[in-house]
């Protein structure tokens, strides 16, 4: 699947042969976006594979199970028609961990817990490149959880992070955010996906906009989506999103995401 923008193009492509998708779903931009391009080729091609959500709870990232439940309570109304299941790993005894490792561990377990082969059932990412030149980072007064240098494009290539791997794909590891978001409003899926998802790494606020990565998701949404389409700091979303000339209200009370989701489910 691919989705053209003035940015660049997105694209997430099911490989022949697989038999089960496995995503890391944080409850972010990214990941969602991800999974909602796997889930709709799975119905448009009528693979009739399942799709396994990994979530994880860590220091830096409290609020991932909540938010990466919201993305699954939607997908699945979006595709009723897909058997879309969740695993999480959340212990005392993982402080200190890496997410990757994390996740990486419940992606081995569902795979032999079913036989598959690497080639046949992969780990999808939804890894993006930071920012461009565009982007201007203020360092906030208090602590803060740093940008990955790994999602420099050179790093990423240096990393030899594959687009399409044996066991692993990381589609989106040569855009950064900016595409992703246009390809979200090309899609009609903005306003929805601003509404549920969180970039933010504080421990202390739901959403602090001085972070690195709240800062990173607002250079991406600004650069991209009209004024009066951006949610404005302080203001419920669901309110915002749900006026008359935003989202229809019979849309908006479905839960699903897209206009063409809900009309297919009308149907």
């Given at each position: 699947?691919?989705?053209?923008?003035?940015?660049?193009?997105?694209?997430?492509?099911?490989?022949?042969?697989?038999?089960?998708?496995?995503?890391?779903?944080?409850?972010?931009?990214?990941?969602?976006?991800?999974?909602?391009?796997?889930?709709?080729?799975?119905?448009?091609?009528?693979?009739?594979?399942?799709?396994?959500?990994?979530?994880?709870?860590?220091?830096?990232?409290?609020?991932?199970?909540?938010?990466?439940?919201?993305?699954?309570?939607?997908?699945?109304r979006?595709?009723?028609?897909?058997?879309?299941?969740?695993?999480?790993?959340?212990s005392?005894?993982?402080?200190?961990?890496?997410?990757?490792?994390?996740?990486?561990?419940?992606?081995?377990?569902?795979?032999?817990?079913n036989?598959?082969?690497?080639?046949?059932?992969?780990?999808?990412?939804?890894?993006?490149?930071?920012?461009?030149?565009?982007?201007?980072?203020?360092?906030?007064?208090?602590?803060?959880?740093?940008?990955?240098?790994?999602?420099?494009?050179?790093?990423?290539?240096?990393?030899?992070?594959?687009?399409?791997?044996?066991?692993?794909?990381?589609?989106?590891?040569?855009?950064?955010?900016?595409?992703?978001?246009?390809?979200?409003?090309?899609?009609?899926?903005?306003?929805?996906?601003?509404?549920?998802?969180?970039?933010?790494?504080?421990?202390?606020e739901?959403e602090?906009?001085?972070?690195?990565?709240c800062?990173?998701?607002?250079?991406?949404?600004?650069?991209?989506?009209h004024?009066?389409?951006?949610?404005?700091?302080?203001?419920?979303?669901?309110?915002?999103?749900?006026?008359?000339?935003?989202?229809?209200?019979?849309?908006?009370?479905?839960?699903?995401?897209?206009?063409d989701?809900?009309?297919?489910?009308?149907?």
């Amino acid at each position: 699947m691919e989705v053209k923008t003035k940015f660049g193009t997105l694209e997430a492509t099911i490989p022949e042969g697989t038999k089960g998708i496995y995503i890391s779903v944080s409850g972010g931009m990214d990941s969602a976006t991800l999974m909602y391009m796997l889930c709709c080729q799975i119905r448009e091609k009528d693979l009739n594979i399942p799709v396994y959500c990994g979530h994880c709870a860590y220091p830096y990232d409290p609020c991932a199970l909540y938010r990466g439940s919201l993305v699954v309570k939607h997908m699945r109304r979006e595709f009723p028609d897909i058997n879309i299941y969740q695993r999480f790993r959340v212990s005392h005894e993982h402080i200190g961990t890496t997410k990757g490792s994390l996740l990486e561990g419940l992606y081995k377990e569902i795979r032999e817990e079913n036989n598959w082969s690497a080639h046949e059932f992969k780990c999808w990412w939804g890894l993006t490149a930071n920012p461009d030149d565009t982007f201007t980072f203020v360092e906030p007064d208090s602590w803060y959880v740093r940008q990955d240098d790994n999602r420099s494009p050179g790093q990423i290539a240096k990393t030899k992070k594959p687009l399409y791997g044996v066991g692993v794909c990381h589609p989106f590891k040569d855009i950064n955010k900016k595409v992703l978001v246009d390809a979200q409003w090309m899609l009609g899926l903005f306003p929805c996906f601003n509404t549920i998802t969180n970039s933010c790494t504080s421990v202390t606020e739901y959403e602090c906009r001085k972070c690195w990565w709240c800062q990173e998701r607002k250079w991406a949404i600004d650069s991209v989506i009209h004024s009066d389409w951006r949610c404005p700091y302080g203001t419920d979303p669901i309110k915002f999103y749900g006026t008359s000339h935003k989202i229809l209200k019979k849309w908006r009370e479905g839960v699903v995401w897209s206009k063409d989701g809900w009309e297919k489910r009308e149907k």
